[in-house]
């Protein structure tokens, strides 16, 4: 669909589907409002950010601000959108994205290949950031933390070799440290994002691409679906 005309100090249009467009110097901003989850939200996306292409607007901002949800469609006509105007010599930012949007671009890695920069308004937040595996031995981290004390990890240690049972487990069950701490800890030392399970941070259009029993024997659920990768959530 067509956008208004606006000249390069300014101006502004709107495309269907709610997306407001707006030309700030030598970038545009595309605001879209709502859940982009269904064909026509996604479909507006796409032919907004092709009308950019067509006006030869190659510095594209996405303005997440309103945007509630991604669905598995909007999330790869992000990265196609963004290949687009990188083949022409011009790139695709996201700006403002809201905490379950934020964590949708962490857990799908989205975050890592798309620029997400911070709006710098009065309600921007920290930004998505992929934990980067740090090597370390998770006892190690842990007493960093101050969360384990080296005789708890000694026992840990002595009770695994005894049982058979995971060092992180028999310090849960202990009662030691905390679950969540446990979690954030093995985070940091795999480089694997830890996310609160919640509504929107999984995409019901992609439950059935795993046969359930299967998901069930491998305690996984999946998340969203990209092209021919699926993200999955698990609890081990």
């Known amino acids: 669909p067509p956008c208004s005309s606006s000249s390069a100090s300014g101006g502004s249009g709107t495309i269907a589907n709610s997306i407001v467009r707006t030309r700030a110097g030598t970038l545009t901003y595309l605001a879209p ?35 509630s949800l991604l669905s598995s469609q909007a999330l790869a006509q992000l990265l196609a959108g963004s290949a687009r105007l990188a083949s022409l010599g011009g790139w695709l930012r996201l700006t403002a994205p809201n905490p379950l949007v934020g964590d949708i671009l962490l857990a799908t890695g989205l975050n890592r290949r798309i620029e997400i920069f911070d709006s710098g308004g009065p309600d921007s937040r920290p930004l998505p950031a992929t934990p980067a595996a740090s090597g370390q031995r998770l006892g190690d981290i842990l007493t960093e933390r101050g969360l ?15 049982l058979g049972l995971r060092i ?8 030691w440290v ?15 994002p830890y996310l609160g ?6 995409d019901p259009g992609i439950s059935e691409a795993l046969p359930q029993d299967m998901a069930r024997r491998l305690g996984v659920l999946p998340m969203f679906r990209i092209g021919n990768e699926l993200t999955l ?3 081990d």
Do not use: Y
Request: aromatic share 2%; with cysteine; net charge negative.
């Open 33 to 67: 409002e709502g859940a982009l989850h269904d064909a026509d939200a996604v479909g507006a996306l796409g032919a907004a950010i092709e009308t950019c292409v067509a006006q030869h607007e190659l510095r594209v901002v996405l303005d997440l601000g309103k945007v």
């Open 148 to 162: 384990a004390k080296p005789e708890q990890l000694a026992e840990a240690a002595r009770l695994q070799r005894q």
């Open 168 to 175: 992180g487990r028999i310090l849960i069950e202990k009662g």
């Open 178 to 192: 905390p679950e969540h701490e446990l979690l954030q800890a093995l985070s940091t030392q795999l480089g694997v």
């Open 197 to 202: 399970m919640r509504p929107g941070l999984f």
């Open 233 to 235: 959530a698990t609890t």
